[in-house]
Every structure is written in C-alpha cells, then in structure tokens.
C-alpha cells in the first residue's frame, strides 16, 4: 500500500502524527471537507489544496491541487443541516480525531488477526449496501464477496456517496428492514 496508495494514500497518511496535527488543527474545515455528498462535487471554490494535505496525497504521492485564490474552506453538504454540521464539530473539537484514525493505523495488526481467519466462511444472513459514487469503496470491490459470505445480500443504491447513511438515511432504511423483514425467525425466547 505504500509502495502504490492509489486512492487508499489518506490511509497512509492517517499513521504519521502530521495528519492527527492537521485534522485537529480547524476541526469544521476537515468536517466540511470529509462530509461531502456526490451530489456536492465538484464545487467551485472549493479547497482542494488543503483536501490534497488531508487526504495524504501532497505528503504520500507528492501531488497538490492548487486551490483557487478565493478558496477558503468546502461549503456546506447538502446531506448535512447545520445543526448536523454544529454536533460533528462539537465533537471532534472535544475529542479530536485521534481516536478515528487509529484504525487505518492499526492496519497491519488487522491484517495479522485476518491470517487466523483465512479460508473460514460467513455462514449468517449478511447484508452489504453499496453506493454508486463512492469513490473510495467502489461497488466492484464487493465482487466475489459471495465466496466469503454464504447468505449474502448485496443493495446497490444510486446517487449516493462514501457516506450514504448520512446522503440516503429514509433509503438506508427502507434497505435495512426490507432485508431484516425477509430473515427467518429463529426464536423468540432469549437465549441468555
């Protein structure tokens, strides 16, 4: 993944101590940046320079994209009320993102962990929701997820994005129960 981040570069930057710095450095700037609906994309004024440091890709590839001159930070998404904005904010300002990142930093312990694993099959009802315009977990990566989980379900929804709970959440939903609604009751006593 180093040798070649490609669209994952954010992930390597997540494990230097210079990204928790920048995240942290004006939370509502990175809020802004990071809850983007696909409809939101592309806008004009848009702070790329400072998404390009971000996501990792001026420190991991060396590639920048220079911000218009007027750039100040992302507008607002259109998924999100300013009510919404005010309580990400909130909380990343008290809590910083460390704590977020620290799964892409512990990657290679997953990785570790996932080799005890390996060949052992999903055997319950799975449900997988994709979303057309996430860039970063691209429909196609659910090909041959089938092999993995024997009781799959794979929803595909359209004109959403990375975060389409947020983008679709009466979708979400609609998907998540129609799914719950066709399982099979196994019991209705506890079994605690």
């Not at 704590?99 to 996932?114: L, S």
């Not at 975060?163 to 009466?170: D, K, R, S």
């Amino acid at each position: 993944m180093q040798a070649n981040p490609g669209r994952f570069a954010y992930q390597v930057f997540f494990h230097t101590d210079e990204a928790r710095v920048l995240l942290d450095s004006n939370v509502e700037r990175v809020v802004r940046s990071i809850m983007r609906a696909s409809t939101d994309e592309p806008v004009a004024g848009e702070d790329l320079e400072f998404q390009s440091q971000m996501y990792g890709l001026e420190k991991v590839t060396g590639i920048t994209k220079p911000s218009s001159p007027t750039a100040t930070v992302s507008p607002p998404s259109s998924m999100l009320t300013q009510e919404d904005m005010q309580v990400y904010v909130s909380q990343f300002t008290q809590c910083g993102f460390l704590n977020p990142i620290r799964w892409y930093r512990n990657v290679e312990n997953n990785w570790k962990w996932n080799q005890n694993i390996k060949g052992k099959k999903v055997t319950m009802p799975s449900l997988m929701v994709t979303a057309e315009n996430d860039h970063i977990l691209t429909p196609s990566m659910t090909k041959g997820m089938d092999a993995h989980c024997t009781q799959l379900t794979i929803v595909h929804v359209k004109e959403s994005s990375h975060w389409i709970m947020q983008q679709q959440p009466q979708e979400c939903a609609r998907v998540m129960c129609e799914w719950l609604q066709k399982l099979p009751i196994q019991s209705a006593t506890a079994k605690l």
